[in-house]
C-alpha cells in the first residue's frame, strides 16, 4: 500500500491489488508487437490502436514492469477516459469551455498522482520540459573535429576504467590481494557514486575502518535501477515515495496542461481547451503553473467525441534511452528492439549490423541479448568512432554498477564485401539507407544488390535470418527478386517513422548453398547478368572465344567472300596470293 499527502487532495491511498491504467505510445505499425512484449512481460490484457496501447496492471511493482517494456516510446497514467456525445457537432464554444474547467473537480487525482510520485521516484529525472536533441552536421570540416571528440570519449572512459582497477586494489590490504581466488569484486552504489572494492568472500575476514566505512554489502538486485536503496525491510510499492514527502507537509507539485486533438474539426482550439481545463486544476487543487520547471504534465487528449485525461510519466521518449552521440540517421532503440523481437533472437547466435551508423543496434541487442555475439560495422570515417564513443559510454556506466561489458565489437568495412567467412552469421539486422539524408535513390540500387547478395554468402542456411528496415520499398523488393532463391520473404510490416513511410523485411535464408546458387540459377538470366553489372567475359551463357596460346600466331578471320588462306608453316616462303583479274 502506498500513502500520500497531496495538495488540494489530501492523504490519498492505493492499495498494492488496485489496477491503474497505462496508456504508452508506440511506433505506428508495431502494436502488435508491443502487445506481444506487454502479455509476456506484464501478463495483463492489452487494447491496441493506431500508434498507442493501453493496459491495467496492479499497483504493486508497477514502475519495475513497464520500465522493463523495450518497445514503448511515451508513457501515461490515464486518470480519466469517457465520451462527450456532440463534442465534435457543438458550436457553442463558450458551453464547451466551460465543461472543460469544470472536469478537473470531477476526477479523482489521488490514484494517478501516487503512481506518478512512486514511478518518478523510482526512476528520477530533472523538472521541465525534455531536452532537445542536438542537430549533427557531419560536413568535411566537421569531420576532424568529430573523430577527435570521438577519440577523447573513447580514451576518456578507458582512463577511467584504469582508475577504477586501481582505486579498487588500493582499497585492499596487500596480504589480501594474495589469494586472488577468494576474492570478488562489489559494487557500492552510495550517493549517486560508484565505488568498487575487492572483498574476501568470507564475512568474518577483518577489513580496516576506512574500508568498513566505504563499503556495505549489497543484495543481488543492487544492479537493478529499480531498487531504492532506502526500501531495505519495507515494501517496494511504497519504497519510492521519500518520507520528507509526510514530514514536511503536503505535496505541492508544479504543472501545466498539454492538449492534443483530432479527428474532426472542433470549435476550439487545442491552446483554449489546455488553457481552461488548466484553470479548472488551478482553482480546485491550488497547484501551481509552471510551463517551464513543471513537475506533473496533464495531457488532454481529445479524438472526436473522445476524451483521455492522463499523468505523463515519463518527459521524453524512451527511444534514446541507450545513445549520447547521435549520428545523423540514428535508429530509435524501441524500433530495435522491435526487429530483435521479429529476428526471434536465440542464445549463442551471432547478430550482425553490416550498416551500425551509431551503434544502436548492436547496443540495444547488447544489453537485451547479453547471451549472443553481436558485430557492427560501417564504412562511414565517424560511423565506428561514434559507435566506440556510445559502447564506451554504456560499459563505463555498467562498469559503476558492478555489471560486465557489452559483447559487441565494431570494426570498418565494406558492405559488399564483408571480411566474414562463409556461413558465419546466424541473423542480419540493419537500418539500410532510405537515400535522403545518407546517400541517393539511384545510389541504393547497386548499394543494396552488393548488400543483400553478401549477406546470403555469410548468412547460415537453411537458419539464418535478416531483418532490413527501409524506406526505398521499390528497390529492395526488386532485388529480393532477383535472389529469391537465396532469400525468402516472409514478413513485411509498414511503420510510420519520422513522417516517412518505412517498412520492415523478414527474410529467411533458403536450403541453397551460395556458391552452388550462384552458377546455376542466378547467372542463368542474361538480362540479370546485365542489370548486375557483370563483365561480358564473366557471364554465364555467353560464347566462349578460346585466347591463343603464348606464341601462337593470332590469324585474322576473314571476311564473307574472302577466300580463306592457309597460314605458312615455319621456314616455308611466304607466296603472295593473285588477284582476281
Known sequence: MASLDVEGIGLCQVQNEDLIRIAATVTSGLEQIAKEEVEEKVGTKVVKGRGRIRFDTPFKDFAHKIQSLRTLENLHVVVADFEKEGLSTDTDKDAVLTHFYQLAK????????????????????????????????????????????????????????????????????????????STTKVAVLKEGISETAILPPQEDVQTSSDVQNEVTKVEEDTSSPCRDPSSDGQDKSTSAVPPEAENHGPLKPKFRVTCNRGGAKHCFTSMDAARYFGGGINDDLRWPVDLTKFDI??????????????????????????????????????????????????????????????????????????????????????????????????????????????????????????????????????????????????????????????????????TGRAVLLTEDKKCLNKVLAEYDSLWNKKLVLFIKMGGLDAAIYQLKRTNNPFPKFLEHELLSSKRKQKKMGIPRSERVGEPITEQPTQGEPITEQPTQGEPITEQPTQGEPITEQPTQD
Open 106 to 181: 470531477t476526477f479523482d487525482w489521488g490514484p494517478p498522482v501516487c503512481a506518478w510520485k512512486t514511478f518518478t521516484g523510482t526512476f528520477p529525472h530533472e523538472p521541465g520540459p525534455p531536452r532537445k536533441k542536438q542537430k549533427v552536421k557531419e560536413s568535411f570540416k566537421d569531420t576532424a573535429k568529430m573523430l577527435e571528440r570521438y577519440d577523447n570519449i573513447i580514451s576518456r572512459e578507458l582512463m577511467d576504467r584504469q582508475d577504477n582497477e586501481e582505486d579498487a586494489e588500493s582499497l585492499v590490504p596487500p596480504e589480501a590481494l594474495s589469494d586472488s581466488s
Open 297 to 462: 504534465e496533464v495531457v488532454l487528449n481529445i479524438y472526436g467525441d473522445q476524451v483521455t485525461v492522463m499523468i505523463a510519466l515519463t518527459k521524453e521518449s524512451l527511444h534514446r534511452r541507450n545513445i549520447q552521440h547521435f549520428g545523423p540517421t540514428t535508429l530509435r532503440s524501441t524500433i530495435v528492439y522491435s526487429m530483435l523481437r521479429i529476428a526471434n533472437v536465440q542464445p549463442g547466435e551471432v547478430i550482425c549490423d553490416p550498416m551500425c551508423g551509431s551503434g544502436a543496434i548492436s547496443i540495444e541487442g547488447g544489453l537485451e541479448y547479453r547471451q549472443c555475439l553481436h558485430l557492427s560495422g560501417d564504412n562511414h570515417e565517424c560511423a565506428c568512432p561514434r559507435t566506440r564513443a556510445n559502447i564506451a559510454t554504456i560499459n563505463n556506466q555498467r562498469r559503476r554498477k558492478g555489471q560486465g561489458v557489452l559483447p559487441v565489437d565494431t570494426l570498418r568495412w565494406d558492405v559488399g564485401n564483408l571480411p566474414l567467412r562463409t556461413e558465419s552469421v546466424d541473423v542480419f539486422i540493419t537500418d539500410m539507407p532510405f537515400g535522403k539524408r545518407h546517400g541517393s535513390k539511384q545510389g541504393n540500387w547497386e548499394l543494396y544488390r552488393r548488400t543483400v547478395r553478401d549477406m546470403a554468402r555469410v548468412c547460415r542456411f537453411p
